[in-house]
């Protein structure tokens, strides 16, 4: 699947303005608080609900992408990031 093709996908489940794929955001979920070194995802998703979450996770499972939760005493943006085959993703659950 192509980061076009996800971020529609992403938009379709949320909406246009809870999935991006804009430099600022990309850079802003590229790491968490391991040590682990950066990586920047290719689109970062913002679900409101836990219907919304559960439909990306579905997403997700269906691409065969990598995904895990950064847990909201993290960071304040809560993000899930996603590791697709050559893409990877990050939500954000407010």
Do not use: K
């Amino acid at each position: 699947m192509s980061r076009e093709a996800l971020i529609a996908e992403l938009q379709a489940l949320t909406s246009a303005q809870r999935a991006s794929a804009a430099p600022a955001h990309l850079d802003q979920h590229s790491q968490d608080q391991s040590s682990h070194a950066a990586h920047q995802p290719d689109a970062v998703v913002w679900p409101e609900t836990t219907a919304e979450v559960s439909s990306i996770a579905a997403l997700a499972n269906r691409q065969a992408h990598w995904h895990y939760r950064m847990g909201r005493r993290q960071q304040p943006w809560r993000a899930i990031p996603f590791q697709c085959t050559a893409a990877s993703l990050w939500t954000s659950r407010t």
